[in-house]
């Protein structure tokens, strides 16, 4: 049976084909309707891991004990993980273990661009990279057989295109590979320095080596003879974008396994061809290997390390042909700059603390809250990476005490950031007596991602009801003094105005909890539908007060301050804010 799949879709297909039996993730774009898709095949045990560490560390544990495991992140959360990737690579596996790395050329949602291939020669893992859904759920069955046959995890590498494109899949039946059996085995499960010595050298003399000979005769790498003029060597999106350009007019080496890099391949292709090209996204990774085998090619002399490369790229660099947009369209699209949306949680306490904006820094994190950094709110100094918030936080308070300055330090995290990695940055905080203010923005969800369970919300994976961990307790377990945390609803802004007062006074570490569920949940907004606010013209002094939240429902057109009911959902800041009683509610909750 054939199916239209995305790459997300396609290798959890290729996860349930191949007899998987643990996957675990974060969430993160592009990934993370990876685990989505897994967690409806019941035959494999699902979790949404609390960082990606962890989540590496359940799928080793559970390959170690003879169970062919999955593990998906995007490619930062790859930095997360890197601790244990690097000692499992030692360790090998017994039931196969797939990792896989969900790139992000162009960043179109990332803090970053990284390449990730680049981890596998430093790990020492092998490397696999499909380049459409028919691959994507192939290349899953044959990565779990590489690691099983050469004892090593599989770094499995895709991209925003190949994770998101959609494309014909043939399906293929379950093979149960049951659970293998497990044999306690200290000098390879247990990486003290004797045993890692030795591991190290049997990776360099015999797994690499053995690897290397399988990627020169792998059915993963291919080469397709046509003209010999001009040679392609490429891998992943871009052998299809390359296609797209040359089609049959072109020979190309396709490399679907890429770490070790297939040298006799390389040379044996680059000996047939008159002029070698190297296309791929990101870092010259097949380029400095290709050159360094003393074969000259083009490479990033033409194509970019930045952005992701499509057709149009490819045809200007090697053809020199410039491609005008011929999908022009006659209307003008309105500029919608990036902000919270309407009736986000998070508004009212980012309003608050702005009334102080020259006696604060705040150190964002990743998460829907790094859009209070937009004006006009503009609440955000640093935002680095995820647990940052607060420990970037820590960092500049200590600075600022040194420096005699008087700005106070608020560290944001959300709920699903907090039990990620931002609970160690609040231990820290304590421990080293930094006396910096961390909000915890807890809207009951991970919301950027696309709204995916978390140990706050009190359900599991699949929506089943699972332990609540209560996010108040844990701050004052890891030594918050009961009197320097505020629970408060951000709706009201009293509660956010009196938080952000006492906070400002604080010499301890100061925690405020803001706990309003998030504005785009369906049980929310199917219960809040009846209300909304609306602007009383006869009361409206066009002071623009309303305007300084920043929400998108509030506009103000030919001198006429509005409000766009499809949108407000009746939080009601905006009516707490205004000076003149000019905004008022209507309706009430939907039991």
Partial sequence: ???????????????????????????????????????????????????EKVALEVGAGASIAGARSLVAMKHVGLNVAADPLFTIAYEGVNGGLIVITADEPGMHSSQNEQDNRLFAPHAKVAMVEPSDSQECKDFVKHAFEISETYDTPVLFKVTTRVCHSKGVVELGERIDVGIKEYVKDTK?????????????????????????????????????WNDKKIGIIT???????????????????????????????FKEFSNEVDKLYVIEENEPY?????????????????????????????????????????????????????ALCAGCPHRGIFYALSKHKNKVVVTSDIGCYTLGAMPPLGMGDTVICMGAGITAGIGFDKVNQMADREKKVFGFVGDSTFFHSGMTGLVNAVYNKSNMVVVILDNRITAMTGHQQNPGTGKNISGIEAPMIDIEGLVKAIGVKEENIRVIDP??????????????????????????????????????????????QDKCRKCKTCLRIGCPAISMKDNVVSMDTSLCNGCTVCLQVCPFNAIESFGKEVE
């Avoid at 643990?22 to 699902?46: H, K, R, W």
């Avoid at 290397?212 to 059915?219: A, D, I, M, Q, V």
């Avoid at 190309?252 to 890429?258: D, E, M, Q």
């Avoid at 490369?309 to 053809?319: S, T």
Wanted: charged share 25%; aromatic share 8%; hydrophobic share 35%.
């Fill in 188 to 224: 390879k499960y247990i990486m003290v320095p004797a045993n890692s010595k030795a591991k190290h050298i049997e990776i360099e003399t015999d797994r690499l080596p053995r690897l290397r000979e399988y990627s020169n005769n792998s059915p993963l790498n291919r080469i397709e």
């Fill in 235 to 265: 891998s992943g999106a871009s052998y299809l974008h390359a296609k797209e350009v040359f089609g049959d007019t072109v020979s190309y080496l396709k490399v679907g396994f890429s770490y070790p890099l297939p040298d006799k391949l």
């Fill in 491 to 536: 709706y009201k802004m009293d509660e956010n105005i009196n938080a952000v007062k006492d906070a400002l006074q604080a010499t301890d570490p100061f925690v405020i909890i803001t706990k309003q569920p998030c504005a785009l949940i369906k049980d929310v907004q199917k219960a809040r539908r009846g209300l909304h606010c609306q602007v009383n």
């Fill in 286 to 338: 097949m380029e400095q290997f290709i050159k360094a085998m003393g074969i000259e090619c083009i490479g990033k002399e033409i194509f970019s390390v930045c952005g992701e490369i499509n057709p149009q790229i490819i045809r200007e660099a090697m053809l020199g042909e410039k491609v005008e947009d011929t999908h022009k369209l006659d209307l003008e699209v309105s500029s919608r700059p990036p």
């Fill in 1 to 51: 049976m054939k199916k239209l799949l995305t790459g997300n879709e396609a290798i959890a297909r290729g996860a349930y084909e191949a007899g998987c039996l643990v996957a675990t993730a974060y969430p993160g774009t592009p990934s993370t309707e990876i685990l989505e898709n897994i967690s409806s095949y019941e035959e494999i045990y699902s979790e949404w891991s609390t960082n």
